[in-house]
């Protein structure tokens, strides 16, 4: 019977020093781990914005708006007028997205071009190929035809009456 209650000590001290050993673990180990960074804090104050709204200058408001509208599916969100009454600019909004058009009030000169290097990308949950194609029906070119990219998701470009660049795009 001794024997018996010895190997019970063994068993018992030899779980307890087991118990010992793994809490001893852990304990290190919480302490070597370092947190997370906050990923929404840096060491610099970040811009932090919630819309980006492009304001294209124009040479033909008229013209501008009824492409964005007729064309593209653009509404006229506001209308802003001159000191005589006449139209020098409008916000428009497509989904929860505005573009804004701005009469050129050639102060610059009547030859500056206007659009160079501009690309204004638009993401869609819309069919890119039924776009395409309306905006063809209406008598418009497209840059490009709607392709699938190799990164996924499928696009068509089209420039507006003053050569700025709009890719539509659905992934």
């Given at each position: 019977m001794p024997a018996r209650k010895a190997v019970r000590k063994k068993g018992a001290s030899a779980t307890r020093t087991r118990r010992k050993r793994a809490a001893t673990k852990r304990v290190a180990t919480r302490s070597t781990r370092r947190p997370a960074p906050d990923r929404r804090k840096s060491a610099r104050e970040t811009l932090r914005l919630r819309t980006v709204e492009p304001i294209f200058t124009v040479d033909d408001l008229e013209r501008s708006v009824r492409f964005y509208t007729d064309m593209l599916g653009f509404v006229v969100d506001e209308r802003f007028t001159g000191d005589n009454g006449t139209l020098q600019g409008v916000m428009l909004k497509a989904g929860v997205c505005r573009l804004g058009l701005s009469q050129d009030d050639w102060a610059k000169g009547r030859d500056r071009q206007k659009g160079a290097a501009v690309r204004i990308w638009c993401v869609t949950v819309q069919d890119v190929d039924a776009l395409a194609a309306q905006v063809k029906a209406?008598?418009?070119?497209?840059?490009?035809?709607?392709?699938?990219?190799?990164?996924?998701?499928?696009?068509?470009?089209v420039d507006d009456p003053d050569g700025f660049h709009l890719t539509i795009y659905r992934r």
């Open positions: 209406a008598g418009h070119t497209l840059a490009e035809d709607p392709t699938d990219q190799p990164w996924g998701g499928r696009s068509f470009a």
